[in-house]
């Protein structure tokens, strides 16, 4: 996600818990314990206000730590968070967290799970699949997990916490029809409760517009960061 938004700028990328080589943590999945690792970091490491650019997850954790601790956050990126699902499940993302859950379960290889995942991942472009297989063999399955069974979402306020923010905020919108996390009476709904709030609609693109759109990704965020 980085490429093509680090010239003149420091950039961070982090492992959360239970992901990549980070710790796993028993039972400490849900969406309001991920940030709390990331405000330390920023304290400790950062030591000023910082630029959050986060995807899915991501960007919960990025509302989260602009809410509680905005001292931390300049501004924000919120690339195609899922910010009603504890509201509505998990719905078409279930049966990929299912497939990512039982895959991390097993004893499998990288270079196997990469051979499964067009089959049971069919959205996946086949070139992707080599590093989603590499994550998963990483990925703590309590991590999916904690999402299907609900857990995750505990003490989760959507609307509270978007409200709170007071920085400048970019945020990316995928297409539902193509896998993004918001409806558009989501975004609506997301949009009066962020107060500067510059929403943007990734054509051609789904959950991981970084991902399916590089290009425009990277040139949005850029104007975005470069009107700060």
């Known amino acids: 996600m980085g490429a093509g938004l680090g010239r003149d700028r420091q950039l961070f990328a982090l492992d959360a818990r ?31 206000p ?8 991501g960007g919960l954790n990025a509302i989260y730590i602009a809410a509680e601790t905005p001292e931390l956050v300049r501004a924000m990126v919120l ?13 078409a993302f279930g049966s990929m967290l299912r497939a990512f859950k039982e895959l991390a379960e097993s004893d499998l290889t990288a ?29 703590d399955p309590q991590t999916p997990g904690q999402v299907l ?20 905020l970019q945020l990316l919108v995928g297409e539902a029809a193509l896998g993004g996390a918001l409806e558009t009476t989501e975004v609506e709904r997301a ?6 709030c510059q929403t943007v609609f990734m054509n051609d693109a789904g959950h991981n517009p970084h991902v399916e759109q590089p290009e425009a990704f990277s040139r949005t965020v850029r104007q975005f960061l470069e009107a700060l």
């Open 111 to 139: 270079g196997e799970i990469s051979e499964r995942l067009a089959g049971q991942v069919p959205e996946l472009p086949l070139e992707f699949a080599p590093a989603l297989a590499q994550f998963l063999v990483w990925l």
């Open 79 to 91: 690339v195609d968070p899922p910010l009603y699902k504890n509201e509505t499940g998990p719905g």
């Open 191 to 196: 949009e009066k409760k962020l107060a500067n």
């Open 18 to 48: 239970g992901h990549g080589r980070s710790g796993r943590v028993p039972n400490g999945y849900r969406y309001i314990d991920y940030p709390r690792d990331q405000q330390a970091f920023l304290r400790a490491v950062v030591r000023e």
């Open 149 to 168: 069974d609900g857990s995750a979402f505990g003490s989760w306020r959507s609307d509270e916490l978007p409200e709170r923010i007071t920085c400048p």
């Open 50 to 57: 910082a630029v959050r650019v986060g995807s899915s997850l």
